[in-house]
């Protein structure tokens, strides 16, 4: 397919969400392709598994640069790959605003909760502490406030006795890798 959107995505670790939109992307009728995979930790597990796939990628360390720079150096790779929508999966880094507006519903995130429930961190063990009977994971549009914007996608599962937040987290897992790839897709499918 000729006009496929040009995503990149941007990884902080293991890059499981990553492979799953890279796998999705293999797919003849996919809207996306990827063209760059960058991450603020070289050390990320998610780079090697982006290079076996050929895709480009990039990294720097965050340390001892400010948010501003950091992200303004983030944006010039992206542009330079000609991105036109960014997946962020598992990027474990608040973005400035600056970044943010510069790509103005052009971001997309995945959240291991319901939101609006459980913004931040630890939202497994938050879920499993509140006594919740269900908890999922969130695709939205990233907008300036942390975990906040559109949901566009959700997925439901249950917390069952004696679950830990590991092995919660690894039936929500399950279905990031489901309902990410569709999102991006239909994202993808409104920029064309
Ligand atoms: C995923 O569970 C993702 O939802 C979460 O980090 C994990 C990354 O795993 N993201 C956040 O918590 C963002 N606030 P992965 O590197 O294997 O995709």
């Given at each position: 397919m000729a006009d496929r959107v040009r995503v990149g995505v941007l990884i902080s670790g293991r890059g499981s969400n990553m492979a799953s939109l890279i796998a999705a992307s293999?797919?003849?009728?996919?809207?996306y392709e990827i063209v760059l995979v960058a991450s603020?930790?070289?050390?990320?597990?998610?780079l090697a598994i982006a290079q076996q796939a050929g895709i480009a990628t990039f990294a720097h360390p965050h340390?001892?640069?400010?948010r501003a720079e950091f992200d303004s150096m983030i944006d010039g790779a992206l542009r330079s790959a000609g991105v036109q929508l960014i997946a962020l999966a598992g990027y474990m880094r608040i973005l400035s605003a600056e970044f943010i507006t510069g790509w103005q519903g052009r971001i997309l995130n995945i959240h291991p909760?319901?939101?609006?429930?459980?913004?931040?961190?630890?939202t497994h063990q938050r879920a499993i502490e509140a006594g919740d009977a269900e908890a999922g994971c969130s695709v939205h549009v990233v907008t300036p406030?942390?975990?906040?914007?559109?949901?566009?996608a959700q997925a439901r599962v249950p917390i069952l006795p004696g679950d830990t937040p590991d092995s919660l987290a690894g039936r929500i897992l399950a279905e990031e890798h489901r309902i990410y790839p569709e999102a991006l897709a239909q994202m993808a499918r409104k920029l064309r």
């Amino acid at each position: 397919m000729a006009d496929r959107v040009r995503v990149g995505v941007l990884i902080s670790g293991r890059g499981s969400n990553m492979a799953s939109l890279i796998a999705a992307s293999r797919e003849a009728d996919c809207p996306y392709e990827i063209v760059l995979v960058a991450s603020n930790n070289p050390e990320a597990a998610g780079l090697a598994i982006a290079q076996q796939a050929g895709i480009a990628t990039f990294a720097h360390p965050h340390k001892g640069m400010k948010r501003a720079e950091f992200d303004s150096m983030i944006d010039g790779a992206l542009r330079s790959a000609g991105v036109q929508l960014i997946a962020l999966a598992g990027y474990m880094r608040i973005l400035s605003a600056e970044f943010i507006t510069g790509w103005q519903g052009r971001i997309l995130n995945i959240h291991p909760s319901l939101l609006p429930l459980y913004r931040g961190l630890d939202t497994h063990q938050r879920a499993i502490e509140a006594g919740d009977a269900e908890a999922g994971c969130s695709v939205h549009v990233v907008t300036p406030e942390l975990d906040d914007g559109p949901v566009i996608a959700q997925a439901r599962v249950p917390i069952l006795p004696g679950d830990t937040p590991d092995s919660l987290a690894g039936r929500i897992l399950a279905e990031e890798h489901r309902i990410y790839p569709e999102a991006l897709a239909q994202m993808a499918r409104k920029l064309r």
